[in-house]
């Protein structure tokens, strides 16, 4: 069975300052992805940046990049330049052959002004 | 906008009684993958359906029941609601069942079971 762990329930930071999510996950498949997703109020799930299992170089999106460290099975997420917009919920997910996901807990992110 | 649509967006249902949530696919998926994201908490799976056929399933009882149309669409089924399932209810396309393929979200049904 999969697991997703998110230790953090919440985090806050600076707007235009950096933070970053903690993500641990564990599995015994050999080929997936890994996911960070945005929930906002509005409550849809919004793809952040993702990861293949088989990479070794961290992927970035803009101002979102993953510090993906497959033996130890951690995947975290890291902010840059924080925007009032990027306040939401985040979780950490990976999905299996069928493409099915399983999500952490999530982290509750507030951006101060 | 994913092009992923959910009904009805809220919901009250008394406990016991059954529901029916629908989703409609992004044009061109074949793939629904249906959640239950309890408050406070994370999404977890309950089923998948690829080309009409169910093709994987959560830990889930089977009072959750679910169908795929041939357009795609799906609805998920709940018997005998119980407290506990109030939740928000999300569902996902996605054009395959591949781990390369990204999952498109609908906005969510929030059901709430009195």
């Known amino acids: 069975a999969q697991t997703v762990t998110q230790s953090q329930p919440e985090m806050s930071v600076q707007e235009a300052e950096t933070v970053t999510l903690s993500c641990t996950y564990d599995?015994?498949?050999?080929?997936?992805?890994l996911f960070w997703y945005k929930q906002p109020p509005s409550r849809q799930m919004i793809l952040v940046i993702r990861q293949e299992a088989y990479k070794q170089q961290n992927a970035t999106e803009n101002r979102f990049s993953v510090n993906f460290q497959k033996a130890a099975k951690s995947f975290s997420l890291k902010i840059s330049d924080s925007q009032l917009g990027d306040a939401a919920m985040y979780f950490c997910?990976?999905?299996?052959?069928?493409?099915?996901?399983?999500f952490g807990g999530g982290t509750r992110l507030m951006v101060k002004p | 906008e994913t092009g992923v649509t959910q009904s009805p967006t809220h919901l009250i249902k008394t406990r016991g009684q059954q529901v029916t949530l629908r989703c409609s696919s992004q044009s061109g998926h074949n793939t629904v993958s249906w959640y239950q994201q309890a408050l406070g908490q994370g999404p977890q799976f309950i089923f998948q359906?690829?080309?009409?056929?169910?093709?994987g399933r959560g830990n889930f009882p089977p009072r959750f029941s679910g169908l795929q149309f041939p357009n795609y669409s799906s609805e998920l089924n709940v018997n005998a609601l119980e407290l506990d399932d109030s939740a928000l209810y999300l569902c996902?396309?996605?054009?395959?069942?591949?781990?390369?393929?990204?999952?498109?979200f609908g906005q969510g049904t929030r059901l709430t079971v009195v």
């Open positions: 359906y690829y080309r009409e056929e169910e093709n």
């Open positions: 996902a396309s996605s054009s395959t069942t591949g781990t390369n393929t990204e999952a498109f």
């Open positions: 599995t015994s498949e050999s080929d997936y992805y």
């Open positions: 997910a990976q999905n299996n052959a069928g493409n099915m996901l399983t």
